[in-house]
């Protein structure tokens, strides 16, 4: 595992920002790189073969693999411009995807068990109304922020690419969905379009 030395500044890191920031942003990038020990090129024969593993990863392709969006794409065949549905690559990005997830549960928990129950719902800070777990998850969002995104061509390019990164909007959604911390975090209630039901929900480790 690496983690390069570069990590430990701004924004990233900075003893000024709140905790919950810094467990945001640079929790999770230790955590997503922790993990990529899992990815399906790094494991071993042994993971390979392994049920629950195999489960799980596959659990990951498909849930990613339904995150679409509905997007306005140039047709060159027809000289006009026509509303796409564009999908994920959920196996392409599973490397990546897998560990984005991982890393960010125990970056919360991590979180969670340095600042204890009460101050999660604590303001980070006096001149913003975000508590710590909210604040946890602006961090991680900023951490795949892309000023490219409301360009719908350059958004189509990156999610059906072969770059093992999905788009940073896919990364952000994918892990707010995958956690309930983050429906709790933000008040969502079941049905929401960012809550996954837990039976849809994908998880490398045992929860018990
Ligand atoms: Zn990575």
Not at 175 to 201: L, N, R, S, W, Y
Request: with cysteine.
């Amino acid at each position: 595992m690496e983690i390069s030395h570069m990590y430990m500044q701004r924004p990233f890191f900075a003893v000024q920002f709140p905790d919950s920031y810094n467990y945001g942003f640079l929790g999770n990038t230790i955590g997503h790189e922790f993990f990529h020990q899992f990815s399906p090129k790094r494991v071993n024969e042994f993971w390979q073969k392994n049920e629950r593993y195999i489960e799980s990863t596959d659990c990951y392709t498909e849930f990613y693999d339904d995150i679409c969006f509905d997007l306005s794409l140039y047709d060159s065949v027809t000289n006009g411009t026509k509303v796409r549905e564009v999908c994920t690559k959920g196996s392409t990005d599973l490397g990546e995807n897998m560990p984005d997830v991982e890393g960010a549960r125990v970056a919360f928990e991590t979180m969670r068990a340095e600042l204890g129950e009460v101050a999660l719902k604590e303001r980070a800070m006096p001149e913003f109304h975000y508590t710590n777990e909210q604040m946890f998850f602006v961090a991680m969002a900023q951490l795949h922020c892309d000023k490219d995104l409301n360009n719908h061509q350059y958004l189509a390019d990156d999610m059906l690419d072969e770059d093992p990164h999905a788009s940073g909007n896919v990364r952000v959604n994918g892990i707010a969905m995958q956690m309930a911390e983050f429906a709790d975090a933000f008040h969502c209630q079941p049905g929401d379009p960012m809550v996954t039901a837990e039976e849809e929900k994908c998880y490398l480790l045992p929860t018990d």
